[in-house]
């Protein structure tokens, strides 16, 4: 099983750009579906954005569309969320989670039910 770091949070003005990276220990890193979810304060936790084990598909909630990035690494064991054009409301607790080989990663994407978390990294957008 992988064990996960985040990096990369922090403040940030509105429309400012931050980039989450999340490094996943182990050999098996390519097997896993991955994904970014937030948790802002007093609401439910939410997929942000998901991505395939190889790379060629990706999955973004509708609030960031067109703002957000998901990317992996395999020969790195990375996971990427570049995100620009940040607003206030994307202000949470950001998340890198791992799911196991068994289920697609769209089911993940739907879910939300990972199976290996890191232990989040805060962002904050300043309007």
């Known amino acids: 099983q992988v064990q996960l770091v985040e990096s990369g949070g922090g403040l940030v003005q509105a429309g400012g750009s931050l980039r989450l990276s999340c490094t996943a220990s182990?050999?098996?890193?390519?097997?896993?579906?991955m994904g970014w979810l937030r948790q802002a304060p007093g609401k439910e936790r939410e997929s942000v954005a998901a991505i395939s084990r190889s790379g060629g598909s990706t999955n973004y909630a509708d609030s960031v569309k067109g703002r957000f990035t998901i990317s992996r690494d395999n020969g790195k064991n990375t996971v990427i969320l570049q995100m620009n054009s940040l607003k206030s409301e994307d202000t949470a607790v950001y998340y890198c989670a791992a799911g196991r080989p068994q289920f697609s990663f769209s089911y993940f994407a739907r879910k939300g039910e990972y199976d290996v978390w890191g232990q989040g990294t805060q962002v904050t957008v300043s309007s």
């Open positions: 182990g050999s098996t890193f390519s097997t896993y579906a």
